[in-house]
């Protein structure tokens, strides 16, 4: 059987595996508020949540666009082997550093694991000149950037929520909120699907133009649009306790007013980038947006050792995932 055939086999199905792992890693992200302020019984959330998810990586292709060229060119490749090799690496390191911050219940990100990986094996496989470095430091300042602007949309919509409810009937108020929330868990789970499930999507279409099996105009074929979109829902639809607890309770002690304005806030953010055809770290931006609101209701409120914790994570989580990748490459290099 042809060698490239076989890797674009193996690329699609570790792509979808990786998106199936996105789906319960990132889902509490997605429900964690809604969950923790008791909006939503966990099972329904984790249905409302896969479903959005569905919808939303069905119906925006920018983000995998972005993520197919941006990072590195896949016309640069001569030799398709060393351009599909680089991405089974890529996907195989973002896998592995997702299920382990999984395992200890870390929110991490995997759009840095998966962005990290595709950089790490490349410079791996071809050196730093490899790099499309226009589009890669635009990939990375939208990862930087966001979630500082969660941070601080977070504090602005708490603080308006705050002063047009501060004479309102505090337990009406609540209860209110709580059904407010059902709302915002589907936008946010919507806004989740718009822009996670499209990396996997962009990872499989620069498999398909680094083997030659696509044209770079022909753009997201859609059996790969709909592959990654049922693969994030049915990750989705079991769930990630772990992350759950640590989202949605140790960052800071979540009201429904909290939890609406944070949803609200972190949708907002990941639209907008969504629209502009850039990845983001829906981690990142979630995580943000409820310190910002805990930061509107009380500094002190913020578990910031947690927090710290967290964006260690985020800090850490680029370079490992590249360096992972890059050995993977070596090792796969010797057999392919």
Excluded: C
């Amino acid at each position: 059987m042809d060698t490239l055939f076989v890797l674009i086999v193996l690329i699609a199905i570790f792509a979808f595996a990786f998106d199936f792992i996105n789906g319960f890693h990132d889902t509490a992200n997605a429900i964690a508020t809604s969950v923790s302020t008791k909006a939503l019984p966990p099972k329904v959330a984790i249905a409302l949540a896969a479903t959005m998810n569905f919808v939303g990586a069905l119906t925006f292709t920018g983000v995998a666009k972005s993520i197919s060229k941006d990072i590195v060119d896949p016309f640069q490749f001569s030799d398709g082997k060393i351009g599909l090799t680089i991405v089974l690496s890529a996907l195989i390191s973002g896998i592995a550093w997702n299920l382990v911050t999984w395992y200890f219940g870390i929110p991490s990100s995997s759009s840095h694991a998966i962005i990290g990986s595709i950089a790490g094996a490349a410079i791996s496989a071809k050196g730093f000149g490899v790099l499309n470095y226009g589009g890669f430091v635009k990939i990375i300042e939208a990862l930087i950037i966001s979630p500082f602007v969660a941070l601080a949309v977070g504090f602005i919509i708490m603080t308006l929520f705050a002063a047009i409810f501060k004479n309102f009937n505090k337990t009406k108020t609540n209860k209110g909120f709580r059904s407010f929330q059902v709302f915002t868990a589907a936008l946010q789970s919507f806004s989740h699907g718009t822009n996670d499930a499209q990396k996997a999507m962009g990872i499989i279409t620069l498999a398909l133009v680094s083997g030659k099996y696509l044209n770079d105009s022909d753009g997201i074929p859609m059996w790969v649009r709909f592959g990654a979109a049922l693969a994030m829902g049915i990750g989705t639809s079991i769930g990630g306790w772990k992350i759950i607890k640590t989202v949605g309770g140790k960052i800071m002690k979540l009201q429904p007013v909290n939890g609406a304005a944070a949803d609200l806030s972190s949708s907002i953010i990941i639209f907008t980038f969504t629209a502009l055809k850039l990845p983001v770290s829906t981690t990142h931006v979630i995580s943000s947006a409820i310190m910002g609101v805990g930061s509107a209701k009380r500094v002190k409120g913020v578990k910031w050792g947690v927090a710290r914790r967290i964006v260690m994570t985020w800090i850490i989580t680029l370079p490992i995932s590249a360096i992972v990748a890059s050995i993977i490459y070596q090792i796969l290099h010797l057999f392919v």
